[in-house]
């Protein structure tokens, strides 16, 4: 249904660095960039190598994450790659939000973890198949 979401960030470079790390152990790398230091409309996209972006940022020095109840969940390709996601982004300057692990209440297999971008948004790493 999606094509792709774009989230404002207020500082380009600091998100690109931040998505630059999260976004590799789930196989999603930067697929295009509009960086123009010094000018307006700059932006990035996300996705898998050789495909579209599927996440754009957008500078916008007034840009706030939306509220709670909005979070943007990537799949990956195994736990491994949750657990990486997880230590990647806390080193890129993401907050803890969930340490990686099973989420019964989301089903038997459901195996994520959760980070806050230093831009407030939240996102998630989740693999759902058996161990």
Do not use: C
Not at 27 to 39: A, C, F, L, M, N
């Amino acid at each position: 249904m999606l094509h792709h979401l774009s989230l404002g960030v207020t500082d380009l470079a600091r998100a690109a660095a931040f998505y630059d790390a999260a976004l590799t152990p789930l196989g999603y790398h930067r697929v295009w960039s509009d960086i123009r230091p010094g000018e307006p409309d700059q932006a990035i996209g996300y996705g898998p190598p050789g495909g579209g972006d599927k996440l754009a940022l957008k500078q916008d020095h007034g840009a706030r994450a939306p509220g709670p109840g909005f979070h943007i969940a990537f799949a990956a390709p195994d736990r491994a790659a949750v657990e990486t996601f997880h230590q990647a982004a806390l080193t890129a300057g993401g907050i803890d939000n969930g340490a990686p692990g099973l989420r019964p209440h989301y089903g038997p297999t459901y195996y994520a973890a959760f980070v806050i971008d230093p831009d407030g948004h939240r996102i998630e790493a989740v693999f759902k198949a058996p161990a």
